[in-house]
């Protein structure tokens, strides 16, 4: 039997070999997500709204938006007997979760490091005090979408409304998520602390990494 993070690491593997030959996210998320950042202004009055006053909140709302694209498509990778297969394998339904939070969150920083530059070239928002501080953000912030929308796959899988209803589940439930990213870019923007925001971030990721390991083999259960 191979370790925890032996299973997680080669889910994760998988997947990225399967992106990599697809190339979905690349040939298709990231072209349509920089696109957004560039139609967005049309919807807003050039004379009355200053295009860095919005840069920022543009910013998250592509990186919510395709990044649980992503992150959701990860889910749809597996069908029913290949996760058949894992469970006859013996792969630990955690390290499943796991492997796959992990796999969808490197493709979720992926857009996130794509689509920052295209902001800042396009809409001159005010420059980061503390820019480093920026990497811890996203980060946290990838990381609990790609958990967020893997139970939301779990918990749908098999569904026929299931392209419909993940994104419903994942929306409401990443408010803390995007709250705590956005409030924590503009605290570093403005040169304050952080802290508070970045906690809300690593709650709510602890939050959905228990709720992910604790699920993790009764969903398994339902799906095969």
């Not at 040939?27 to 709204?49: I, S």
């Not at 689509?115 to 912030?141: K, S």
């Amino acid at each position: 039997m191979r370790s925890f993070w032996t299973q997680a690491l080669t889910i994760t593997r998988r997947d990225l070999v399967v992106e990599g030959r697809s190339r979905e996210t690349m040939a298709v998320v990231v072209p349509f997500a920089a696109a957004a950042v560039f139609v967005v202004p049309f919807a807003t009055d050039a004379l009355d709204v200053r295009l860095s006053m919005i840069a920022y909140p543009v910013y998250w709302l592509v990186a919510l938006l395709f990044g649980m694209q992503v992150a959701l498509r990860q889910t749809a990778v597996e069908t029913p007997s290949q996760r058949r297969q894992l469970a006859l394998l013996g792969v630990d339904p955690a390290a499943r979760f796991t492997g796959r939070v992990i796999s969808g969150s490197l493709l979720i920083l992926v857009v996130l490091a794509v689509t920052a530059p295209l902001v800042f070239l396009f809409y001159d928002p005010e420059p980061i005090a503390r820019p480093t501080g920026m990497i811890g953000v996203l980060v946290l912030f990838a990381v609990g979408l790609s958990m967020l929308a893997t139970l939301a796959g779990d918990v749908t899988a098999g569904l026929a409304i299931r392209t419909s209803l993940a994104p419903l589940l994942v929306v409401p439930v990443s408010v803390p998520l995007l709250l705590g990213a956005a409030q924590a870019l503009e605290s570093l923007v403005r040169g304050r602390t952080t802290l508070p925001w970045v906690l809300t971030l690593v709650v709510t990721d602890l939050a959905l990494a228990v709720t992910g390991v604790i699920t993790a083999r009764s969903l398994e259960e339902a799906n095969t």
